[in-house]
T-cell receptor
Framework: DAGVTQSPTHLIKTRGQQVTLRCSPK?????VSWYQQALGQGPQFIFQ???????QRGNFPDRFSGHQFPNYSSELNVNALLLGDSALYLC???????????FGPGTRLTVL | KQEVTQIPAALSVPEGENLVLNCSFT??????LQWFRQDPGKGLTSLLL?????REQTSGRLNASLDKSSGRSTLYIAASQPGDSATYLC????????????FGKGNQVVVIP
C-alpha cells in the first residue's frame, strides 16, 4: 500500500519564477492538505482540498494556489517566487477532513 | 488562534535514559493530538494519535498522554536509543470548522551513545 508521495524531491528556482509541486494521497484517502515548513520551524498550514474544492486556507497570500483532481491527487502552485518561499513543502492526506493526517516526504524548494 | 508550545526546544540525554517531551496548547477544543518524528531534511512520521476523548496512547517504548483541560500533552520515550535522535513535533487539531493541524516548533533530541 503506497503512502503519500510527492514530486519533485528537490527544486531550485529563481525569484519571480513559478513552481508546481505535486502530491498523490495514500490509497483510499480523499483529502489533501499542504503545509510549509521553514528551517527550524514547525509546519504552517497552507490549505486543504476535499471534493476538488479548497475547504480551508491558512494565512498565505494569493500567490499560493492549488488544485485537486478527480483521482484525489493535488498540486500546489506558487507564483512570483520570493526568497522567503524557500522551505520544505509537505503534503498530507486523510480520509475526510477531520481524521488522522499522513504526511509525504516533502519537496525542498530553494529560491535563489 | 491555536498556539502550540514545545519545551524544551532541544535536549541531549545519555543512551538508556527516559525522555520526557512536553507540549502545551492554548485552545482545548481540539479534535485530536498527534506526535510526529522528523529526521533532518525529511518528512513527518506519525508516532501516536490521541483522540480528544482519550487520555493516553501507547506504542512500544512510546507513551503519550493528553490533558485537554490543562492544554497539555507529554510524550515519554522509555530507554532511549541513539536511533531516537530526531525532532519530535506535536500537532493539535482539527478544531470544529477548522481542519488545519497547528504545530509546535519541535523538541530536538540527541541521544548520546
Amino acid at each position: 500500500d503506497a503512502g503519500v508521495t510527492q514530486s519533485p524531491t528537490h527544486l531550485i528556482k529563481t525569484r519571480g519564477q513559478q513552481v508546481t509541486l505535486r502530491c498523490s494521497p495514500k490509497s483510499g484517502h480523499d483529502t489533501v492538505s499542504w503545509y510549509q515548513q521553514a528551517l527550524g520551524q514547525g509546519p504552517q498550514f497552507i490549505f486543504q482540498y476535499y471534493e476538488e474544492e479548497e475547504r480551508q486556507r491558512g494565512n498565505f497570500p494569493d500567490r499560493f494556489s492549488g488544485h485537486q483532481f478527480p483521482n484525489y491527487s493535488s498540486e500546489l502552485n506558487v507564483n512570483a517566487l520570493l526568497l522567503g518561499d524557500s522551505a520544505l513543502y509537505l503534503c498530507a492526506s486523510s480520509l475526510g477532513t477531520l481524521n488522522e493526517q499522513f504526511f509525504g516526504p516533502g519537496t525542498r524548494l530553494t529560491v535563489l | 488562534k491555536q498556539e502550540v508550545t514545545q519545551i524544551p526546544a532541544a535536549l541531549s540525554v545519555p543512551e538508556g535514559e527516559n525522555l520526557v517531551l512536553n507540549c502545551s496548547f492554548t485552545d482545548s477544543a481540539i479534535y485530536n493530538l498527534q506526535w510526529f518524528r522528523q529526521d533532518p531534511g525529511k518528512g513527518l512520521t506519525s508516532l501516536l494519535l490521541i483522540q480528544s476523548s482519550q487520555r493516553e496512547q501507547t506504542s512500544g517504548r512510546l507513551n503519550a498522554s493528553l490533558d485537554k483541560s490543562s492544554g497539555r500533552s507529554t510524550l515519554y520515550i522509555a530507554a532511549s536509543q541513539p536511533g531516537d535522535s530526531a525532532t519530535y513535533l506535536c500537532a493539535v487539531g482539527p478544531l470544529r470548522g477548522n481542519n488545519r493541524l497547528a504545530f509546535g516548533k519541535g523538541n530536538q533530541v540527541v541521544v548520546i551513545p
